[in-house]
């Protein structure tokens, strides 16, 4: 069955108190019900309150366009949802199509109970929503919740709008890449991707209304941030990974040796030998360069302004924009009310892009057991203003804490450099030499 085809007669676009049950039939995308617009006399947009439970399957319902070829709002529900309120944004009166039900699962039919709560005038607080941050903050998650409740077109998820970040981005790619380095750059939510979507928000700025812009951006402890954002690209620099558990120990460990030369690296300015390098080094970085570049130069607003304290969210604006700034370690438990606090209704989404959950998921958990903080984790990570300000107890006492880690640590590889040096010269310093 083709997609269009209703299994059940269309009802009107209209509040029903009795719950409707539809069954879409086999194959993904296929119709199951739709419902027309009644007449109606309202200006600007509507919000349709649905109540609906997947009983099998994945469901899609949402409103599509006059000439019935996309969506304008559209919300997917599994049985793992269970019950769900949600509001459907619905185009503007001369171009409101149907109310539609159909098939998201490619796995044969779907079934879903619902039912038409309200229909009442929509007043979105927001004109564009840009989930706008240095990534590894929960964006993923984010951009879910927001899509259950804003059309797709508002929304935005993106991690630099400046030419000058793509640039850095780029210019570490050389003649040296590989399989995996490729895809870094030209894959699915790789570099060039990351342009073209930054540049679709810069143009939708450019007519946006002034204030009408929210902006959502999240701060995470930057020790676990770095180790993240490394984590996500870890087949670029460590293709040779198995990923099998009986190996995840010691594979953790070789991850975690090679994180640390080029966390040093980084710490003494030393270039790069290689794109994968490169990369790496770029991911070896803590949240408030982002801020104090990128966000600082397109926002205009200075992040260390925002008082956090044990809030998990604060709110605060200028003439151009309405932000949104959250903790990501208090995330889970904030996120409705910090999007109530926008305007927008909240849904019970799964978290999304989560590293435990990944192929890479015992290497991390066990390269996380392994991980000490040391001189060069303070110098790179710790000792600077976004510590101190957002997680003060983790920031260095002082610049001499920091200093005085690197002397330890330098006496501890010359101890080690002094010990194998002596070994060798007692197994072979004096020793005949063949022949003699």
């Not at 349709?48 to 439970?53: F, G, H, R």
Request: with cysteine; proline share 5%; net charge negative.
């Amino acid at each position: 069955m083709s997609e269009g085809e209703i299994t059940q007669a269309p009802l009107g676009f209209a509040t029903h108190d009795y719950p409707i049950v539809v069954e879409a039939g086999p194959g993904q995308w296929n119709y199951g019900w739709a419902a027309e617009p009644l007449a109606a006399t309202f200006d600007g947009r509507l919000w349709v309150e649905i109540e609906a439970q997947v009983k099998r399957g994945i469901v899609g319902i949402g409103v599509l366009d006059r000439n019935g070829k996309s969506f304008f709002h559209e919300v997917w529900l599994s049985v793992a949802d269970g019950k769900q309120s949600f509001k459907l944004v619905t185009p503007e009166r001369h171009d409101l199509g149907l109310l539609i039900v159909r098939n998201y699962s490619d796995q044969g039919s779907s079934e879903v109970e619902f039912q038409i709560c309200s229909i009442e005038p929509a007043q979105l607080a927001h004109e564009l929503y840009l989930i706008y941050q240095p990534g590894k903050v929960a964006s993923q998650t984010i951009e879910a919740q927001l899509l259950r409740v804003v059309p797709a077109s508002f929304v935005e998820r993106l991690h630099f709008l400046s030419n000058d970040a793509f640039d850095h981005a780029m210019s570490v790619r050389t003649t040296e890449t590989g399989p995996h380095t490729d895809e870094y750059f030209e894959g699915s939510g790789g570099v060039s991707e990351q342009e073209a979507t930054a540049k679709r928000a810069r143009a939708k700025l450019e007519t946006a209304t002034p204030s009408k812009t929210l902006i959502i951006t999240g701060i995470r402890d930057p020790v676990s941030y770095s180790i993240a954002a490394f984590f996500q690209n870890l087949s670029v620099y460590c293709p040779w990974l198995t990923y099998e558990s009986e190996v995840a120990v010691a594979e953790a460990g070789a991850v975690l040796n090679y994180y640390k030369k080029r966390l040093r690296e980084v710490a003494w300015r030393q270039k790069p030998r290689t794109a994968a390098d490169a990369v790496a080094q770029q991911k070896l970085s803590h949240p408030g360069e982002w801020f104090e570049g990128e966000f600082r130069l397109f926002v205009g607003i200075d992040i260390y302004a925002a008082r956090l304290s044990d809030a998990p969210f604060v709110r605060f604006k200028n003439n151009e924009f309405d932000v949104l700034l959250y903790r990501y370690e208090q995330l889970r438990g904030s996120l409705p009310s910090m999007l109530q606090t926008g305007g927008l209704q909240a849904l019970a989404v799964p978290p999304a892009n989560v590293g435990a959950e990944k192929q890479s998921g015992a290497i991390y958990e066990e390269f996380k057991r392994q991980f000490k903080v040391t001189g060069d984790v303070r110098k790179v990570l710790l000792n600077n203003a976004y510590t101190r300000h957002f997680y003060p107890d983790l920031a260095p006492v002082s610049t001499w804490q920091a200093v005085g880690d690197w002397v330890i640590d330098a006496g501890r590889r010359l101890h080690a450099l002094g010990v194998a040096v002596s070994e060798y010269a007692f197994k072979n310093i004096g020793r005949p030499r063949d022949g003699a």
